[in-house]
């Protein structure tokens, strides 16, 4: 079982970058599913969370109005998509997956079983 996140990279501040997490071994379509962040010296953080259906979705207070996670079923993959981007959002972002379709909030990191490697997000000012 495997989770691959890909698309980062470095961009300048205001701009935007769509990552992409992909899945093999098995399908997580009925799971929910999350995207994470650390950035260097500090702790993990919650950035994105999607319902197993995409009925729901929350977000960090830090990212709303900025980022919109989706998934797309036919090609079992889970997008970040980031707009406005700025110097504090630079981290290694980490796609995750929850044996659960429902959780009562995204926000906590041992709610997901399943991680992926991270993928290099750097924003310059």
């Known amino acids: 079982v495997q989770l691959q996140a890909s698309g980062g990279g470095l961009v300048q501040a205001g701009g935007s970058l769509r990552l992409s997490c992909t899945t093999s071994?098995?399908?997580?379509?009925?799971?929910?599913m999350a995207w994470f962040r650390q950035a260097s010296g500090k702790e993990r953080e919650f950035v994105a969370g999607i319902r197993w259906n995409g009925g729901s979705t929350g977000y960090a207070d830090s990212v709303k109005d900025r980022f919109t996670i989706s998934r797309d079923y036919a090609k079992t993959t889970v997008y970040l998509q980031m707009n406005l981007l700025k110097p504090e959002d630079t981290a290694v972002y980490y796609c995750a997956a929850s044996p659960r379709g429902i959780l009562s909030t995204f926000r906590v990191p041992s709610s997901y079983h399943y991680w992926g490697q991270g993928t290099l997000v750097t924003v310059s000012s």
């Open positions: 071994g098995r399908t997580f379509s009925g799971n929910a």
